[in-house]
């Protein structure tokens, strides 16, 4: 049972390089999430996703972008990384709103 | 803003002890509030409450949720090293888009 799948599971930027992370998940879930986590600061919602090609603004957006052209993947870009995105991201989903979500394990991500 | 607390921050027991934790909260048009386990990587659901007074058990962990004074605890009877984690808890409102809202965490080492 894959569920919740994300790559890379690690990665070192520089300070104005850009990378994309990549969500699968086979769950044939609607709703579809990006998190940060950060010390002491729980998980932070970044973008949603209602269904495919939607998207929408969480708590955190600034400096991310999203893309859901197919409903098994989310994609989370970051155009011009800064160390203040460095943290741990996971991704998550769940089949209806306000229900339990699924997390993929984890990207760690570090920009230097 | 909708707001989670989370209470202590960390906590050290040893094997066999019982112990508490706190969630406080504040959302507008509360919804439900949920438990997550987090160990070295995914957060994996524990448990979901909407109503208020009901007891939700599994095996030594059990949670309950006073709506009236916005708060959950979630109790863990003769822990065992393996309830060492971080414990999230998120609520979720009605309010259109508004997703989980997760706590600090609170860190707990079981020691044999």
Redesign the interface.
Known sequence: NAGVTQTPKFRVLKTGQSMTLLCAQDMNHEYMYWYRQDPGMGLRLIHYSVGEGTTAKGEVPDGYNVSRLKKQNFLLGLESAAPSQTSVYFCASSLVQYTEAFFGQGTRLTVV | EDK?V?SP?SLVVHEGDTVTLNCSYEVTNF??L?WYKQEK?????LF?LTSSGIEKKSGRLSSILDKKELFSILNITATQTGDSAIY?C?V?SYNA?N???????TRLMVKP
Not at chain 2, 41 to 45: C, D, N, Y
Not at chain 2, 99 to 105: A, E, N, Q, S, Y
């Open positions: 989670v989370q921050l919804r439900s949920l990587k995914a957060p994996t659901f979901m999230l998120a979720t888009g997703m989980l809202t997760f706590g600090g965490g």
